[in-house]
């Protein structure tokens, strides 16, 4: 059985391989690319009526293992992501995508002499036209003057023209 769960030291993913404690491999090791395949690392301890180990590896990090029994019994564990002919591969679990967002929070319109009605679209798949108020239209800007207006841009240079040589006569 695998369980994983975050690691609150590290941010980490930790992952917990159990067996049952009368497993037929005997004293077993969890072998894999977070232990450089090096048997007796990781070796899963008896906790009453099973054996387990725990390994913290990065949250984004694709965990592949095997369980190595004594005397070289090799075997895979049936609950990883998928097992494929060498290894039982474990996968981080999928990015949990972002809750959908609310309708954006609309302003306070206006009521009463100061509102206009404005006729707005709903989304696509509503299809559907509804009726809102704004304030009425402020004041018109007023015209720029040198201080607000922006910089007139520079007029743009002509081309230098390449210097022509002379054949040598």
């Given at each position: 059985?695998?369980?994983?769960a975050r690691d609150p030291k590290t941010g980490g993913r930790k992952?917990?391989?159990t067996l049952p404690a009368e497993h037929a491999g005997g004293t077993i090791s969890v072998v894999g690319n977070f232990n450089d395949w090096t048997p007796g690392v990781t070796v899963l301890a008896r906790r009453g009526a099973s054996q387990s180990a725990s390994v913290v590896v990065p949250a984004d990090?694709?965990?592949v293992f095997r369980y190595l029994g004594e005397g070289g019994l090799w075997f895979d564990e049936p609950e990883a992501s998928y097992v494929d002919a060498g290894a039982s591969v474990l996968m981080p679990p999928a990015e949990k995508k972002p809750a959908a967002?609310?309708?954006a929070a609309k302003p306070a319109e206006p009521k009463?002499?100061?509102a206009e009605p404005v006729a707005t679209t709903a989304p696509k798949a509503a299809a559907k036209r509804t009726t809102t108020t704004r304030p009425a239209a402020a004041k018109p800007a007023a015209?720029?003057?040198a201080e607000t207006a922006p910089a007139a841009a520079k007029p743009a240079r002509a081309p230098r023209k390449?210097?022509?040589k002379k054949p040598a006569e």
């Open positions: 059985m695998l369980k994983t992952i917990t391989f990090y694709i965990a967002r609310k309708a009463g002499a100061d015209k720029p003057t390449a210097a022509v």
